[in-house]
């Protein structure tokens, strides 16, 4: 009787220690701290920039199983691309944004200036060997190297970049004389505007659309899918493939909220930034030919401008201010070729 008191008493011991220790377990469980990454977009959601950066936030979340989340806010909902900016340096209100390359310079990533040259790139396949290279990795780490309270993350092939105009056919250098031309406040693309003989004239990108409209400027640039996604055919049909920059994009975010991750959560984040590059790159061919289709169908009237060599020659001066203090970067870029 004794013995199967004593068995009795033993189990219920056993149980009594396991449940303990379960809801020691339990009480010291902390599940993992759900992250949200406000993440700034100028352009609106059916712009390929915009939906690279819904690409980038899907592989976030998948890899992550859900516990980071990058919140997007489109169509420059919290401000222009120097506004957002100086929210990212500052860290808090905004997380991460895609910036473009001569506003980065802007904002102290000077050696960011050299892919924001003219014709500093030959083509698409010149521009992704460097950003592809040694050079490329140089010039992207020097987002994190300088003064700008940021890490760049990834490139962003946005393609060339290409004048339109309200009411004339630009087919050379000769028709941009004193045409006022939008563009956004950033030093390089103004001195740029200005070496090509036009009036560069700063303006949001929010209100292109009605500056075009109402005469305020008579031109612009934007690459040709972004002409398309917004709608500027309507209001400026003449459009002039000069591909005066291939200029890209940068993904970037603060290091105010890049110090605050845990490392396996920065890598899910540049594994995320890599895949995304890769992606955005290989549609870019093929929605550049799409969008040229529709805009013909759409009444747009395209010019291409087949010998560039007076709009190389004319820019020079642009070489010699924002190229001289990196030359031997430079001249590696040319050679790449």
Do not use: C
């Not at 780490?141 to 003064?147: A, R």
């Not at 390089?188 to 209100?207: N, Q, R």
């Not at 690459?223 to 890209?248: C, F, M, Q, R, W």
Request: proline content about 3%; aromatic content about 10%; charged content about 25%.
């Amino acid at each position: 009787m004794s013995s199967r008191m004593n068995q009795s008493k033993k189990i219920f011991l056993m149980a009594g220690m396991t449940a303990l220790l379960f809801s020691l377990t339990f009480v010291g469980y902390t599940a993992p701290q759900k992250i949200v990454l406000q993440y700034g977009e100028l352009n609106p959601q059916t712009h390929p920039m915009a939906q690279g950066a819904e690409k980038f936030a899907e592989l976030v979340n998948k890899s992550s199983h859900g516990r980071i989340e990058i919140k997007m806010y489109f169509s420059g909902q919290l401000g222009d691309e120097k506004s957002m900016a100086q929210l990212v340096q500052m860290g808090g209100t905004l997380d991460m944004m895609r910036i473009g390359s001569n506003t980065l310079g802007d904002f102290g990533a000077d050696k960011m200036s050299l892919f924001a040259l003219p014709y500093v790139f030959k083509n698409r396949a010149h521009m992704m060997r460097v950003i592809n290279s040694k050079i490329g990795a140089e010039i992207l780490k020097n987002v994190e190297e300088s003064n700008a309270e940021m890490i760049g993350l990834m490139f962003f092939d946005e393609g060339a970049r290409h004048f339109f105009f309200r009411n004339k056919v630009v087919s050379s250098i000769k028709d941009m004389k004193n045409l006022k031309i939008r563009v956004p406040e950033t030093q390089i693309l103004m001195d740029t505007v200005k070496a090509f003989g036009a009036s560069p004239t700063p303006i949001s990108f929010s209100e292109l659309y009605s500056a075009l409209q109402t005469g305020v400027v008579d031109g612009a640039e934007n690459p040709i899918t972004g002409y398309l996604s917004g709608n500027y055919y309507e209001v400026g049909k003449y459009y002039t493939l000069d591909a005066h920059t291939y200029s890209p994009s940068v993904m970037v975010i603060s290091k105010s909220a890049w110090s605050k991750l845990a490392p396996q959560d920065k890598k899910i984040i540049m594994n995320a930034a890599k895949q995304t590059e890769q992606y955005v790159s290989s549609q870019a061919d093929k929605l550049e030919t799409d969008a040229l289709k529709q805009l013909k169908a759409k009444g747009a009237v395209i010019t291409d401008i087949r010998d560039k060599s007076e709009w190389q020659k004319a820019v020079v001066p642009v070489y010699e201010k924002y190229g001289k203090k990196y030359k031997n970067l430079l001249d590696a870029i040319k050679k790449m070729e």
